[in-house]
């Protein structure tokens, strides 16, 4: 059997498939993301496609590839680049890595979230710029955690992961907000589900965590923004269309809000000359949520077994449920 990589992904990963003598692969050998054109004559005729969150998989790629595809593995916990109802209508099945990013992700969460409320890269440049004169009681001025509280939209595996990070930094409250309560999870951090308007407005520091769906996208917007507290902090590391960045970028420059800090942008990457990039109180990364290398390892081990599972016929590690 065929099947078509591509990008250039962890070397267990690889050796993963290339060491079961299941597949013969094909890669697109490159750290930069697979042309269309590329892309579309790779998948011809494969019977298993390893892809990436940023390879949009759609009916145009699933014609190309043709009836032999029975296998889709993507490195990603998310899965809004893929097309799931033509792949369910074609009895494709789909391998994804939950679990294995979560740590990680409330890791750099938490990072993201103390680096804008404390000014940390605003710190350093004004250090490496001569900003830095003396020690003054109000410069560099931001926002603790502690007897805060914090909203977090999508308690699921990551959310609770970044809440039970920040219980120790004295947060006095959690709120969550999401399509259904959750009272087995919340009770953790005795959160209280909220609807997202009171979370807004209550929240001294809000935090993404929730799937891209087309009940979320978008929601993060003028109207979000405008209840939320000229001093809150707002945290994104879930998906980019999330949040309305026009509307973002407003809030920010206005003092709606306090600060932001992204992991995921609209586009991905953020072009160079993009508005948010202008302000001070607002930390930009180039989504590295999950970039650590045990578990950029793991994701590709287990990306490999999810597609070796689904080429024989067998149960997946970790299968997405059509």
Not at 257 to 270: F, Q, R
């Amino acid at each position: 059997m065929q099947v078509f990589v591509t990008r250039r992904i962890p070397r267990e990963g690889l050796a993963a498939l290339s060491q079961a003598g299941v597949c013969s692969i094909q890669q697109w050998d490159s750290d930069e993301p697979i042309p269309r054109s590329e892309l579309l004559a790779g998948v011809a005729g494969k019977h298993g496609l390893l892809c990436l969150l940023s390879d949009r998989i759609d009916k145009e790629v699933l014609d190309a590839a043709g009836s032999n595809l029975k296998i889709i593995s993507t490195l990603s916990v998310g899965v809004d680049h893929l097309a799931l109802e033509e792949i369910k209508k074609r009895g494709i099945r789909v391998g994804y890595t939950p679990d294995i990013l979560t740590d990680a992700t409330a890791e750099l969460s938490v990072a993201l979230l103390l680096a804008t409320c404390r000014r940390l890269p605003e710190s350093v440049e004004e250090v490496k710029n001569g900003g830095w004169t003396t020690w003054k009681p109000l410069w560099m001025c931001g926002y603790g955690l502690s007897d805060s509280t914090v909203g977090i939209i999508g308690l699921g595996r990551i959310g609770q992961a970044v809440a039970r990070r920040l219980k120790p930094f004295g947060v006095k409250k959690f709120l969550y907000t999401g399509s259904r309560p959750k009272p087995e999870s919340a009770m953790e951090f005795q959160a209280d589900f909220v609807p997202l308007a009171k979370l807004a407005e209550e929240s001294d520091f809000v935090a993404v965590t929730c799937s891209l769906t087309p009940d979320t996208k978008g929601m993060c917007n003028k109207d979000f923004f405008s209840r939320m507290k000229k001093t809150s902090v707002f945290i994104n590391t879930s998906r980019g269309a999330v949040v309305n960045q026009e509307d973002l970028y407003q809030a920010l420059v206005s003092g709606q809000i306090a600060a932001a800090g992204l992991d995921v942008t609209t586009p991905e990457p953020l072009p160079t000359d993009h508005p948010l990039l202008s302000l001070k109180n607002c930390v930009i990364l180039p989504h590295i949520g999950s970039a650590t290398y045990a578990t950029r390892s793991a994701m590709s081990v287990l990306s490999a077994n999810n597609l070796l599972a689904g080429l024989k016929g067998e149960s997946m590690p970790s299968e997405l449920q059509l």
